[in-house]
């Protein structure tokens, strides 16, 4: 469990490091730039909460939350790191923390879908050698505006701490919500496809 829990750590850290550089430069070349998190993950077989829920056994539900509070502590690393920079951007990370909340958490949840089901076919992918959709799969997703619970755990710890002081609530009931609908995408082909591959 020791070594899950590191190794989620640090997928953490490579999905912040993404998410600094997509703050950075907020367009697509961010977005592509981002792919650079995923493809470290799947190089190095980092434990990310999106990489492995469509692949979770029964009865390891508990490990899957696990991993993603190693993912939230890798990102929590990397976004005091953030802080430091000049560039602005924890201004960068309230505007999409606002943009998210503005949809609401059934909304941000239904969304959250679009990105779990990318997330598990360009890993599918991955695991077989081919990284081309991690190139493609990541830049359409964040330009979708589909959450990824990992990557928006990083903007939120960017944003600044007064921020939580009056929204506290509504950021954690939002934020749970993508956490599920990016576990029901990442199922989708389970629940959907699987005659498809017998």
Do not use: W
């Not at 939350?65 to 951007?89: D, E, Q, T, W």
């Not at 924890?90 to 949840?109: M, V």
Request: with cysteine.
């Amino acid at each position: 469990m020791k070594k899950i829990f590191e190794s989620s750590i640090f997928a953490g850290v490579a999905i912040g490091i993404a998410g600094f550089g997509y703050l950075a430069e907020k367009s697509i070349i961010g977005a592509v730039l981002f792919a650079f998190g995923l493809l470290t993950v799947v190089h190095y077989g980092l434990k990310l909460y999106t990489g492995t829920a469509g692949f979770i056994k029964k009865g390891e539900a508990g490990q899957l939350f696990f991993i993603l509070f190693g993912n939230i502590i890798g990102c929590l690393i990397v976004a005091l790191i953030a802080r430091a920079s000049p560039m602005p951007l924890q201004d960068t990370a309230q505007k999409i923390l606002e943009a998210r909340l503005a949809t609401g958490p059934f909304y941000g949840g239904v969304l959250a879908i679009g990105c779990g089901m990318i997330m598990t076919t360009a890993v599918t992918f991955a695991r077989k050698g081919q990284n081309l959709p991690l190139l493609f799969g990541v830049p359409l997703f964040i330009m979708c505006g589909f959450p990824h619970c990992v990557a928006d755990a990083f903007y939120y710890l960017c944003v600044p701490v007064d921020f939580y002081m009056a929204r506290g609530g509504e950021v954690l009931v939002f934020y749970l919500s993508i956490v599920a609908g990016n576990f029901i995408g990442c199922n989708l082909y389970r629940i959907i496809c699987y005659h498809f591959q017998e």
